[in-house]
Nanobody, 117 residues
Framework: QLQLVESGGGLVQPGGSLTLSCAAS????????IAWFRQAPGKEREGVSC?????????YYEDSVKGRFTISRDSAKNTVYLHMTTLKPEDTAVYYC?????????WGQGTQVTVSS
């Protein structure tokens, strides 16, 4: 079964950092654009960042995370990362990775990020 699995969430104080991971089974993430979304309680799911497939590799960031978040790939581990720094309470949400594999819109189960003192 095709799967995306997120990990790395947790509780962090404002100003702290976390790195989220998105791993895949049964297909190579390098061949697909990968996006990170987040959904805060009572809000719509929103796009945060994405990275184009290889060899393009271009990246995109939503305005509120520019300069704080970095998306990257580790091909050997078949994993995409979202490195988050200078975290703010408004970054609190469930974070999901996503890709469209052929005609399938794949989502992971999500990982909770809570930014609070």
């Amino acid at each position: 079964q095709l799967q995306l699995v997120e990990s790395g969430g947790g509780l962090v104080q404002p100003g702290g950092s976390l790195t989220l991971s998105c791993a895949a089974s049964r297909f190579s993430l390098d061949d697909y654009a990968i996006a990170w979304f987040r959904q805060a309680p009572g809000k719509e799911r929103e796009g945060v960042s994405c990275i184009a497939d290889k060899p393009d590799g271009r990246t995109y960031y939503e305005d509120s995370v520019k300069g704080r978040f970095t998306i990257s790939r580790d091909s050997a581990k078949n994993t995409v990362y979202l490195h988050m720094t200078t975290l703010k309470p408004e970054d609190t949400a469930v974070y999901y990775c996503n890709t469209v594999y052929r005609t399938q819109n794949l989502w992971g189960q999500g990982t909770q990020v809570t930014v609070s003192s």
